[in-house]
Structure formats: C-alpha cells, structure tokens
T-cell receptor, first 107, second 111 residues
Framework: GQQVMQIPQYQHVQEGEDFTTYCNSS?????IQWYKQRPGGHPVFLIQ?????EVKKQKRLTFQFGEAKKNSSLHITATQTTDVGTYFC???????FGSGTQLTVLP | DGGITQSPKYLFRKEGQNVTLSCEQN?????MYWYRQDPGQGLRLIYY???????QKGDIAEGYSVSREKKESFPLTVTSAQKNPTAFYLC??????????FGSGTRLTVV
C-alpha cells in the first residue's frame, strides 16, 4: 500500500533560522497535502499540490512537489515562535499521513 | 461558522466498556473520516464514509464500529475488543478530497 515517509522527525531551530521538512512516497502521488498541528490542537490544512514540479508560496512558507510526484518539501524562511508545531504531509486516498516533523523554535 | 464538532473533549473508559465518540459537521460535506493519533505519531485511518449509509474500514478498524445514518453525523464506537484505546481521536470531512477539515478531537483514556 501507499506509504509516506517524512524527515526529520524532530527539528529545533533558533528563531530566525530556516526550516525544511521532506516527504517521500513509495508510489507516485496524484496530489499531496500539507497540514500543521499546533501542540494540543488538531491538524489544519495548509495547501494542496497537484502538478509535477509545482511550487507554491504562502508568506514565509514555500511548498514544492517533485518532478516525479513522489516527494515534496515544506520550507519556512526566518522561523518565528508562531511556527511551532508538527507539520504533516499527506497523500491522497483518505489522506495517508506521514509521521510528521515536530518543529521547536527557540527564542 | 461551518465546521466539525467533536464531543466530548475528554472521555474516560473503564475496562470492558463500549464508548461512543460524537462527530457532527455543518459543512455539507459528503465524506467523513475517523483517525487515531498516538503521542508523537502521525494519524492512522480507522473508518471512512463517502456517502450516507455506506462506510469502509481503514487501516486500523479492528475494535471500532461506525454508522452514517445522516450526512451530518458520523459517530465512532470504541468497543471492548479494542485492547489499547487510549489515544487522541480526530474526525474530519472533505468535499472532493481537497482540504480536509478536522474537529478539535476527543482524548480517550482507559482507567
């Protein structure tokens, strides 16, 4: 079945540093979605990528979908304390979730 | 405002007891889902329903049951057959597989 692997599992950064999390699938994905879950909260939808090589930006967040549609990344520029949380990628088909990257931002 | 309401927020279950978690949405979404999240882990699919009166098992359906009698409601029962039910349960809905909306979750603890 479809598997989505995500690395790293944990990332600690100083406020102002950049952060990247990577998502890799064993199969080609028709789309990939990204979610953010704050500590104690529920996942919140950030974005969906559909096209090969697609790049989308939301303020300091940049999302990429690989040319082969098997990998994706989320990059945050100049992290802020409000970025703290766990970032999940999810494949289609009832959302096969990656294990998430837990981001800690040190002030 | 449209959204998903899960209740209760916290639930305590005794050994051998069945409990039901409520999930109600007013988004008019056809598809609804139940996920389980263990500490520090991703989400695992328990059951999903794409239309009223129909539902399918997810990856970890054993020990759980669901019903979908109304479009707005998708309750999850955690039965006594589920040997390790302590977890965070999340309900979600979507329209055409874009941008799933999650409820605020129910934290279930076995006492």
């Amino acid at each position: 079945g479809q598997q989505v692997m995500q690395i790293p599992q944990y990332q600690h950064v100083q406020e102002g540093e950049d952060f990247t999390t990577y998502c890799n699938s064993s199969t080609t994905l028709s789309n990939i979605q990204w979610y953010k879950q704050r500590p104690g909260g529920h996942p919140v939808f950030l974005i969906q990528l559909v096209k090969s090589g697609e790049v989308k930006k939301q303020k300091r967040l940049t999302f990429q979908f690989g040319e082969a549609k098997k990998n994706s990344s989320l990059h945050i520029t100049a992290t802020q304390t409000t970025d703290v949380g766990t970032y999940f990628c999810a494949g289609p088909r009832q959302l096969t979730f990656g294990s998430g990257t837990q981001l800690t931002v040190l002030p | 405002d449209g959204g998903i309401t899960q209740s209760p927020k916290y639930l305590f279950r005794k050994e051998g007891q069945n409990v039901t978690l409520s999930c109600e949405q007013n988004l008019n979404h056809d598809a609804m889902y139940w996920y389980r999240q263990d500490p520090g882990q991703g989400l695992r699919l328990i059951y999903y329903s794409q239309i009223v009166n129909d539902f399918q098992k997810g990856d970890i359906a054993e020990g759980y049951s669901v019903s979908r009698e109304k479009k707005e409601s998708f309750p999850l029962t955690v039965t006594s057959a589920q040997k390790n039910p302590t977890a965070f349960y999340l309900c979600a809905s979507t329209e055409r597989d874009y941008g799933y909306t999650f409820g605020s979750g129910t934290r279930l603890t076995v006492v």
